[in-house]
């Protein structure tokens, strides 16, 4: 498991703005089983942790000298520089399950693509799944490779998962497939089609109405 060291934080308010200019991020912890405290820890520490566990994957938070398993729960980013601002890490009860959004990594290249020249569509990005806190993977990895033709699609129920790991989707439901490159250009198209006509439709009641007002007396029809 992974390890990040943290510190209790002191600065709170307008000053932890201070603990930002000298590389650190300040943030929360809290659960079932510790009282909410303020910590902060290394801005480059927590990215190399983030990248590797990501939301869905426990690490050891090291705060004075004491180990917890936890879960970054959350992050929030600057949006100019993209930079990590605060950490919200939660402290789950490993007897219990918890339900977690897992990323989906598609690996392959679809030989409908490489073949017929399609374009490969997938669906989901994550996948919300249930397990206990120590059984989360990082990630979900999805084999496209057998996608041959345009009729080919991988579900749900397709998944090659950990065990005890129950994902909360309908087991049909489509993450993935190839559609022919015309297919895909109608589906370009046809929202400016739809919003054209949606114009004409409001135009035309105003149009109307304009022409359904009754002239006022001392006023020529």
Do not use: C, W
Request: aromatic content about 4%.
């Amino acid at each position: 498991m992974l390890t990040l060291t943290a510190k209790i934080r002191k600065d709170i308010g307008k000053k932890v703005k201070n603990l930002r200019d000298k590389g650190l991020i300040p943030g929360v912890l809290y659960g079932s089983k510790t009282k909410n405290m303020g910590i902060e820890t290394d801005s480059k520490d927590f990215d190399k942790i983030y990248r590797e566990a990501g939301e869905s994957s426990l690490i050891s938070l090291e705060v004075e000298g004491k180990k917890l398993p936890v879960l970054i729960h959350e992050v929030q980013k600057d949006p100019v520089t993209d930079r990590f601002i605060h950490i919200d890490f939660f402290q789950p009860a490993l007897d219990v399950e918890i339900v977690a959004k897992v990323p989906l990594v598609y690996e392959g290249l679809p030989p409908a693509v490489k073949d017929l020249g399609g374009t490969f569509i997938k669906n989901l990005s994550e996948l919300e799944v249930k397990a206990l806190p120590q059984n989360l993977p990082h990630e979900i990895k999805v084999d496209i490779a057998g996608l041959k033709t345009f009729e080919d699609n991988i579900l749900v129920k397709d998944l090659k998962l950990p065990d005890g790991v129950k994902v909360l989707k309908e087991k049909e439901l489509i993450l993935a497939f190839v559609a022919p490159l015309e297919k895909v250009e109608e589906e370009l198209v046809k929202p400016v089609e739809e919003k054209v006509e949606d114009v004409e439709k409001v135009e035309k009641p105003k149009k109307d109405k304009v022409e359904d007002i009754e002239p006022q007396k001392g006023e020529k029809a």
